[in-house]
């Protein structure tokens, strides 16, 4: 039942963006993206909602190989990303000097759960093993297609993000052997747009 | 044009590299991902093995329950490395709060500074999520032995409600096995394990039967669990045969156990 919840919870915050543009163009995917790491997988693939001028919405499904664990696992993740301002560059570059947000991660995986299941007693485990909440910063650049090129594709920007999670910071935060260092990852990734 | 794309190509390929190495890229907190030693157990029941050889008093540090308290188990190895009269060390399980892979391996880096060899059993915690496969691959199977002087160790996964019956928890086969396997070789045994019988994790169906398969080792001398956080002795089946249970580390206590010709003696010591 929880389960259920939290994918209507996803299906309103996906469709959010669009019950605030109700125009038909809006409804279209503004970009698409590919994410290295990040703590969503080996490889992230997704599209993305660009709304109120500063504020993006995504969805990623990741590839996660199996390394060490019996099998190869598949997740998805809903960023929300805030881009405060962008500073136009010579030729047809631009700059976001600061990207941030955060992003919900769910390991599509019967042995991770959203709370922990009725064999054990109340509150025995009282955190979630399938969803992890993380929060980056991180920096954008965007190339601007010249408008003679008439491309599908209209801008190719390429991202990096210094990203961590509840759990991470909540274990550094109690414990001084813990620094930044353990705690911080670095991913990036690469961005089409499809408006102007 | 080509040779630029070329080193630009190979360039990104070291960036690459030694991001990964550095541990500074992450796929996942439950990745299985694994940086640094593996196989921990193994390597350091061999030292046990060979540095206990022939002795006739063993001691022993017996903890547990380091989820989520880094700093507190450090203290303890430092505490540990203080000291010269200890032979090796008992971590109870639940090396691992929440069963991410990172906690396996920022645990493993601590305990690794110890200067004696050091063996983990399997707590609970450390069967969250894929926990379990981590656990083993960085420290080794759940159910193992091994000797010091004359003593066997039978070191136990309790967790049985971890695993929903996919295998056996406590595995009477396993247990089975190593009352026959080298008997000739020692001459009492210790049985430890993270969940002890007739609390929540054990599968206390079988309590009675486990404490009467475990009684066929040669001369067992007492118990050993984790999990309950506090110090606790108990006969639990009224055979006088003692479970010691050890504070978790966040109490700043360890038992210190001295195995001797005519029987054993225990302290609690605090760091």
């Given amino acids: 039942m929880k389960l259920l919840n939290f994918r209507y919870l996803a299906l309103v915050l996906l469709l959010l963006p669009a019950r605030l543009f109700p125009q038909s163009d809006k409804l279209l995917p503004a970009h698409c993206q590919i994410q290295y790491a990040g703590g969503m997988g080996f490889v992230s693939a997704g599209i993305g909602w660009e709304y109120c001028k500063h504020w993006e919405t995504d969805v990623f499904f990741g590839y996660l190989p199996r390394y060490s664990t019996k099998e190869a696992k598949g997740t998805f993740t809903l960023k929300e990303n805030y881009i405060p301002w962008t500073k136009k560059m010579k030729g047809n570059y631009k700059i976001a000097p600061l990207t941030c947000g955060m992003y919900i991660n ?38 601007m ?8 594709i ?39 747009g499809f408006v102007n | 044009m080509k040779t630029i794309r070329g080193k630009l190509l190979i360039t990104l390929c070291i960036a690459f590299q030694s991001c990964e190495m550095l541990d500074f890229v992450e796929y996942h907190p439950y990745d299985g991902h694994i940086s640094g030693a593996t196989g921990v157990n193994a390597a350091n029941i061999a030292r046990i093995e060979k540095s206990c050889r022939g002795k006739t008093v063993v001691r ?9 308290h880094y700093d507190e188990t450090e203290d303890f190895v430092n505490a540990v490395n203080a000291r010269n009269d200890i032979d090796f060390v008992i971590h109870g399980g639940d090396i691992a709060d929440f069963g991410l892979t990172r906690e ?10 110890l200067t004696v060899p050091y063996v983990v059993i399997i707590g609970n915690h450390d069967c969250l999520a894929n926990g379990s496969e981590v656990f083993c691959k960085i420290f080794g199977d759940e159910n193992f032995t091994f000797t010091a002087g004359a003593t066997k160790f039978v ?40 969940a002890p019988p007739f609390c929540e994790q054990f599968n206390n169906n079988i309590a009675k039967e486990f404490q009467n398969l475990i009684r066929n080792f040669p001369s067992l001398q007492f118990c050993l669990n984790a999990h309950e956080h506090n110090l606790t002795t108990k006969d639990h089946f009224d055979d006088g045969i003692i479970y010691y249970g050890t504070p978790s580390i966040d109490k700043r206590q360890y038992i210190l156990f001295t195995l001797t010709p005519n029987g054993y003696d225990y302290e609690i010591t605090e760091f």
């Fill in chain 2, 60 to 68: 022993f540090a017996f903890m547990g329950d380091t989820q989520r």
């Fill in chain 2, 104 to 113: 396996f391996e920022w645990m493993r880096d601590i305990m690794n500074e």
């Fill in chain 1, 145 to 152: 297609m010249p408008p003679e090129k008439c491309s599908r």
């Fill in chain 2, 155 to 194: 070191c136990l996964n309790t967790n049985a409600i971890e695993y929903n019956y996919s295998h056996p928890v406590p595995d009477f086969s396993f247990i089975e096995n190593q009352i026959d396997t080298n008997s000739s070789e020692y001459s009492k045994t210790v049985v430890a394990m993270h």
């Fill in chain 1, 106 to 143: 769910s390991v599509l995986d019967d042995d991770f759960w959203i709370s922990a299941p009725d064999k054990y007693p109340n509150m025995y485990y009282s955190f979630s093993t399938k969803l992890r909440f993380h929060f980056y910063v991180g920096q954008r650049v965007t190339y």
């Fill in chain 1, 154 to 192: 209209k801008s190719i920007s390429v991202f990096y993000e210094l990203s961590s999670n509840d759990l991470y910071v909540l274990s550094a935060i109690q414990n001084e052997r813990l620094n930044l260092f353990d705690i911080l990852r670095f991913s990036f990734g690469v961005k089409l």
